[in-house]
């Protein structure tokens, strides 16, 4: 990539179970990446009939206050 830019895309739950609470997803930034502050987008999803998922839109504004997402502080 031009911008050394690195996208990745973390599924969750794909067996649509209820998770109890606190339920945490941890993704280390490890090496010499470095976190892109407020990058972190939640979006809905479906399974295809191949059992693949289908990305939807991005999750309400409001929505986000179901979730505590941890930046690294850099340290």
Request: glycine content about 10%.
């Amino acid at each position: 990539a031009v911008n050394k830019t690195i996208t990745w895309t973390v599924g969750v739950n794909y067996n649509d179970l209820l998770l109890g609470r606190p339920t945490a997803i941890e993704d280390p930034i490890t090496g010499n990446q470095v976190y892109v502050s407020g990058s972190v987008k939640i979006y809905h999803y479906t399974l295809s009939s191949k059992g693949e998922p289908v990305k939807g839109d991005e999750i309400a504004p409001e929505e986000y206050d179901q979730f505590r997402i941890q930046e690294p502080n850099g340290q």
